[in-house]
């Protein structure tokens, strides 16, 4: 078993982007994906527990919440969270740190990946994809340099009632987009879709995707499709993708990736 663990959730690559670049820090790490049940739930023998996702409707992105409640970690290990979000942090550290109590804490806001919401540009200071970019990769390794040193957090995240409220009606709209995902003629049927869905909700059918019952919404679809083929009702038509060029979709669909 790898000296670290990190569980990493990631709907467009870019939390996978800095999960790497962590691990590259860090050493012997292996990175586990949490788009599905994750495939290590067993880290007590990790000397270090990561978790680094992306902020979802306010919250923590799909099953994330129950799946950490899964993993056994040991009592000694150092235990760090980082979580990125475009225009603010919500409470998906803190309910990470209810379940593990962790011992370093960070977030950073990167471009919204939620584009059926709000254009991506919606950066805490603007910025360009280029230079949100460069200051995700300098806080990664900022970051990777205090796990490292075994930094502590002097406060737990932030418990914000406004944020719990928030993300439940935030689920609810997002819930109704979910049925106007829709394939335009830019479609190839090349099947990345299929592939990145981490639910299996979606089949090529006649060459084109056709959409279950089963989306949590990551938009890993919308976002990674080399054609910007899918859009979300008329909203996406004319919005930019944002997906990470750090990473591949095949990896994005890995369990474990190992970086030594
Ligand atoms: C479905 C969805 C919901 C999101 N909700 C929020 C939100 O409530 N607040 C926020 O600041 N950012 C939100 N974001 C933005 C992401 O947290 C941010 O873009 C992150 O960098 C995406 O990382 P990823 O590509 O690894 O998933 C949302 C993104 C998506 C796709």
Same mark, same amino acid.
Request: hydrophobic share 35%.
């Given at each position: 078993?790898?000296?670290?663990?990190?569980?990493?959730?990631?709907?467009?690559?870019?939390?996978?982007?800095?999960?790497?670049?962590?691990?590259?820090?860090?050493?012997?790490?292996?990175?586990?994906?949490?788009?599905?049940?994750?495939?290590?739930?067993d880290a007590?023998?990790?000397?270090?527990?990561?978790?680094?996702?992306?902020?979802?409707?306010g919250?923590?992105?799909?099953?994330?919440?129950?799946?950490v409640?899964?993993?056994?970690?040991?009592?000694?290990?150092?235990?760090?969270?980082?979580?990125?979000?475009?225009?603010y942090?919500?409470?998906?550290?803190?309910?990470?740190?209810?379940?593990?109590?962790?011992?370093?804490?960070?977030?950073?806001?990167?471009?919204?990946?939620?584009?059926?919401?709000?254009?991506?540009?919606?950066?805490?200071?603007?910025?360009?994809?280029?230079?949100?970019?460069?200051?995700?990769?300098?806080?990664?390794?900022?970051?990777?340099?205090?796990?490292?040193?075994?930094?502590?957090?002097?406060?737990r995240?932030?418990?914000?009632?406004?944020?719990e409220?928030?993300?439940?009606?935030?689920?609810?709209?997002?819930?109704k987009r979910?049925?106007?995902?829709?394939?335009?003629?830019? /479609? %190839?049927g *090349?099947?990345? @879709?299929?592939?990145? !869905? $981490?639910r299996?909700? &979606?089949?090529?059918?006649?060459?084109?995707?056709?959409?279950?019952e089963? /989306? %949590?919404? *990551?938009?890993? @679809?919308?976002?990674? !499709? $080399?054609k910007a083929? &899918?859009?979300?009702g008329?909203v996406?038509?004319?919005r930019?993708?944002?997906?990470?060029?750090?990473?591949?979709p095949?990896?994005l669909?890995?369990?474990v990736?190992?970086?030594?």
């Amino acid at each position: 078993m790898a000296e670290n663990i990190i569980y990493c959730y990631s709907g467009s690559g870019h939390c996978l982007g800095m999960a790497k670049t962590i691990a590259k820090i860090l050493g012997d790490t292996d990175i586990v994906m949490m788009r599905s049940f994750p495939a290590i739930t067993d880290a007590s023998q990790a000397k270090r527990v990561g978790f680094i996702f992306s902020c979802f409707a306010g919250g923590l992105p799909g099953d994330v919440e129950n799946y950490v409640k899964s993993i056994h970690i040991a009592p000694g290990a150092y235990k760090f969270a980082v979580e990125q979000y475009a225009g603010y942090l919500g409470c998906g550290l803190r309910k990470i740190d209810d379940i593990v109590h962790l011992d370093y804490w960070d977030g950073i806001s990167n471009h919204s990946t939620a584009i059926w919401l709000m254009p991506h540009a919606l950066t805490i200071p603007p910025t360009t994809p280029k230079m949100a970019q460069e200051r995700i990769d300098r806080k990664a390794k900022e970051i990777g340099a205090a796990v490292r040193l075994g930094q502590r957090s002097e406060k737990r995240p932030p418990k914000e009632a406004a944020f719990e409220l928030m993300s439940k009606s935030l689920s609810k709209s997002h819930a109704k987009r979910i049925k106007t995902f829709a394939a335009s003629d830019a /479609c %190839i049927g *090349c099947g990345t @879709c299929e592939k990145v !869905c $981490p639910r299996n909700n &979606i089949r090529l059918v006649g060459g084109k995707p056709s959409f279950g019952e089963n /989306c %949590i919404g *990551c938009l890993s @679809c919308v976002q990674l !499709c $080399p054609k910007a083929a &899918i859009d979300i009702g008329k909203v996406t038509k004319k919005r930019q993708r944002y997906p990470n060029k750090q990473i591949s979709p095949a990896e994005l669909t890995e369990k474990v990736i190992h970086i030594d």
